[in-house]
């Protein structure tokens, strides 16, 4: 069989990965056995399935657990946990707060519109009260000054 | 092989609550795998010794955003991915990328890219040389790819999930990288150089 550089690389492909058609499998193997170059792509894929085998046994440094382990935070001061601790802290801390807040701005934060509105309408009616008062001293004042003249 | 077991519920839980032990035995599970990942991907040992002990701390320190949704071991390789695609991307054109570097890597005693074992003979140990040197031409996902079948051992729709990909891109994106480090292995192979050079 005579083929093309791209062709018998991917001949040789198909044949080792096991994509080839069952059909072209016989074809191929004999093509393999007398094809110069396929027989040499066959070897070169044979090194890297052998260079593939050894690096599925290579070892980590021994050292290299240990490392991660001492860059790992311990547990206890990991910013998780701390921030677990802190949570509930936290939020008392902020009501408490509110609170203070609360009582230290003095009564007259307690003023709401209704109750303003309420004060105001007193006040008025306090006013008007005082009016009608003065009104009638001024009318009591003036018919006893007109009995003085008579 | 390289299997990572996806931890119990409860184990993970107590993990993330701060228990030592159920810490200790997540991190020897998935040490080893990472190491060999990340050593195969980037092709560089003293950087793989730093990417792997970030993406454990990142993996052991941020369990809580395991969701779930996807295996446990497939959250591990995609953090793992991640982190050294990214170097890889940042990486221009480094010395360790050519075969002569990796050749002097070896020379200098420092065997672990080459996975050497003292009975290897100087052959083994030329041909593993052209291997890595091979899979390091490759462009990052290619690689990615490779490594997590060839060497993590990992199913198509794992692969997907880990690198954000279909099923069905994963197999024709793997049989394309198959397809390239062949092709960077015939390009490197010494006899076909002779061959290229009379």
Known sequence: MNCGKNEHTRLTLQFLSGAIQPEDTDGARSHLSDCPDCKNLFELDMKAENWFADMRETEAPAWLEARVRAQLRPAGFSVRNILRILAPAGAVTALTL?????????PDAMHHPVDELMFNHEDSITASAVADDEQELVSFLR??????ML | MNIIPDPAPEALQNALDGDADALNVLLSD???PVYRFCLSLLADPAQAEDAAQDVL????SSLDEFEGRSKFSTWVYRVASNRCMDLLRRRKSRPEDSLDALIEAGNGGDSRLLAARSTDDTAALADKLLVASALARLEPEQRAIIVLREISGLAYDEIGAALNLPEGTVKSRLFRAREELLLALQALNPSERRAVEK
Not at chain 2, 57 to 60: A, D, H, L, P
């Open chain 1, 143 to 148: 018919m006893d000054a007109e009995e003085d």
């Open chain 2, 57 to 60: 701390v990142k993996i052991c």
């Open chain 2, 30 to 32: 998935i040490s080893r």
């Open chain 1, 98 to 106: 509110g609170v203070w807040l609360w009582l230290a701005s003095g």
